[in-house]
Every structure is written in structure tokens, then in C-alpha cells.
């Protein structure tokens, strides 16, 4: 918990208004505005009440002095930075076959990870057990206080002002369950649960250099999947389902998807596909056949079987990739982002393999686009393949950070005893 600033005999609270304060505190946590003088040309306040506020948030610990710079006056001045160590938060992405825990400090660096392999058809209650081993493994630190909030990134739609998963087509036995609920149980730290691509579009978005732009992220991995961002937010919908374009019909063929349709782009695409079509036609290629007859194959032999040119995989990721790219490029000319980004597990399966896909959606998009559209989009490979955490890192932490969230818990100093109040306020 912060201690008040008349704890430290500077003005007391009760003094000023916690949502000058608050948006102080944004100003500098975003980069705005990274010093006093600049304080005051950009929040519009006197720079009194600037002096006085910046105080306060030194005094909670919120902010610290930085590094000097040069200023216009001529004598140089500090810069003001948010404190990383006075709390931090934790981000949680539950994947189809794996589970990533981590700890966050307020600047949104990752301070300890773990993982693990991890069966999500093993069902909620199992799930949510390994992941509370997996908390406390990240620990928290030397002061033995919990986090200040929890991030929870799951691989189905979620209604995101509840936390509950809705009509999860790949997680049977997880419809209506609530990882908040479950969390909320054992932990006093707000929760908040996601679909899992939008909070790696969500990561991507925050990661520097930030370019502002709004963004269409493409997940290609076990799942197929997609977030969109726009003016830096991620867009849900009405039931938590918006980017489900796995389960988009991409072809005529009756391939059965696990969703219980036929020809969804996961069908042609996602890495569990790949994985059958080309068990089905091993015969074609004597390099997995031998593998097979040891043990089932996995994406690491996928990978490397396409790296070294093996025609049978290059053949069914060609298909995949086309199948992707035709299905994006819709996607494109309906949105108008300024980026497309590729990430997920594909990014993990070589350099060939990346390029065939970034092809792809370049060529499609570009035959279906029109000169406005295409003429300034930038498409792209993520630019690190983190599963995500950065962006369960980034909610966890704007869920509480934000002006509208600070306001209501900077009086006392810790958000723990509002997470009602902030829980409700879905960004």
C-alpha cells in the first residue's frame, strides 16, 4: 500500500482533487509530458498546483526524479518517471497447450515469467489450479505484498465485464465458467479476463516504438485468430467474440473444424490442421514418415521439415498461407488499418515459413485492396514472439492506472480495497 503524502509531512490529501492528480500521473506514465515545465504547458494547471501535485505522487511513491535534460531556460531540469518497484501486477495466458504466468512491474516490464506445457481440455477447475501454483512461482517480492491487479488471457470470446467465457467452441466444459470468479476466491487483487489474440494485439499496440496507427493483429498458431485496435483500444464486441475469423467459412470443402462446422479457415490453417493433413499424407514425405513411426508428429517437426524443403509441408503451409491472406485481405478493405501484423506460433516455424505467410496476406491484399487502402499499409511480422504477456501486462496494468480507475482509489492509497468499483469500469 502507498502511504498518504501527510505521512511523510508534505500537504495532505484532502488538499487537492484527485482527478488533476490523476491526470498528472497520466501525462507522465504515457510520455507526454516528462517534466515539470512541461507539466504545466500541457495539463493547462498553474505551476504551483503542478509543483504541488507532482510532490504528492513523489511522496505515494508513485513517480520518482529521472535523468537531467536540457531546458529551454538554460538551466538543465529532472525529468519524472512512474516508480516501478512500489507495486506491480500480474498477466496469466492460458493457450490451447500452454500456460504463461508473469510478474509486472508498473513501468510494464516483465520482472519473473514461468511457464508450462498444459492441456486446456483438461477443463476450468484443473486449469485454474495449475495456474495458481504458477502465481505463486513468479512470487511476489521482498515486501511480501500481492499484486495490484491480475490480467487473464483465455482462447475463447469473453463477456469482459463479467469475466466469463461464452460459447468457447475449443474449450469444452468452460462455457460460463468465470476465471475472475475463481480468482477473486483465493486473491483480494481485481481481475480482469480476455480473449487471448486481442491482448497479444494489445501487447503489440504498446510496444515501442509505438506508431499511433490503428492496427489489425492475425494470430496463426494452434487457433487462428484476430484483434483490431483502433485509436489504441481493442475491440471487443458486443459478447467478447469480435476477431473469431478461425471459424469463418474459407472453403467448399467439408474439412471438419473443432468448432463442430465444416471449412472454417482453422480447418485449412491453424497448426492442429497442418498437423493432420499432413499425418494423412505422410507417405508423401519419407522424413516425417520415419518420425512418425516413432511418436506423433508436433509444429517443432512441422517447422523443421519446411526449413528444409520438404514438399509435402511447403505445400500444405502454401495452402494455409493463401487461405489466410484471402480471408485477411476482406478484412483489410472493410477496416482500413494503417498496420497488419502477424504473430503467434507461426513466427516460431522458421523464416521460410513467415515469409511464405507475409507474402501471402501482402499479395492478397493488394489484389483485393484498393490504392487508398493499400497505399500507406504497412504489414508486418510481430516484432517478438511472447505468446501474449506484454499485453496482459498492459491491461492489468491500465485497469488501474488509468485516470478514470486512479480517481477512484488514489485517496487510499491502494487499489486492492476498490476492486468493485474498478472491475466495473471496463476500458
Known sequence: MLLPPEANGTVPMQDFE?????????????????????????????RKAVTQRVEALTAWGLVRD?????????????????????????????GSTEIDVARVD??????EAVSCTWDVELGP????????????????PDNGAGPWSIAVGVPGPVEFSTGRLVGPSVMPGWDGFSPRAWLRGRL????????????????????PPRSKRDMLFIEVGMDVGAGLMVDGRVLRGERGAAGSIGHLRATTEPLPCRCGKVGCLEALAAGWAVLDEVTRRVDASP????????????LVDIGEAAQSGDALVVSVLERAAQAVGSLVADLVVFTNPGEVVLGGGVLAAGTQVEESFLKALRDAIQARGAELITAHLSVRASSADDRGMPG???????????????????????????????????L
Open 18 to 46: 484527485a482527478a488533476p492528480t490523476a491526470a498528472l500521473f497520466d501525462l507522465i506514465r504515457k510520455g507526454t509530458a516528462a517534466t515539470r515545465p512541461s507539466l504545466v504547458a500541457v495539463s493547462g494547471l498553474g
Open 66 to 94: 529521472g535523468g537531467l535534460v536540457a531546458s529551454t531556460g538554460g538551466r538543465p531540469v529532472r525529468t519524472l518517471e512512474v516508480n516501478p518497484g512500489v507495486g506491480y501486477v500480474v498477466g496469466v495466458m492460458i
Open 106 to 111: 508498473l513501468s510494464g516490464a516483465i520482472v
Open 125 to 140: 477447475e484443473a486449469t485454474m489450479q495449475r495456474v495458481a501454483g504458477l502465481l505463486q512461482e513468479v512470487g511476489a
Open 188 to 207: 483480494d487483487a481485481p481481475v480482469w479476463v480476455d480473449n487471448h489474440v486481442h491482448l497479444m494485439a494489445l501487447g503489440e499496440w504498446h510496444r
Open 287 to 298: 522424413l516425417l514418415a520415419e518420425i512418425l513411426r516413432a511418436r506423433p508428429l508436433d
Open 392 to 426: 496482459a501486462g498492459a491491461l492489468a496494468l491500465d485497469s488501474i492506472l488509468n485516470p478514470t480507475a486512479l480517481v477512484h482509489w488514489l485517496h487510499s492509497g491502494s487499489p486492492l480495497a476498490h476492486r468493485d468499483q474498478l472491475e466495473r469500469l471496463a
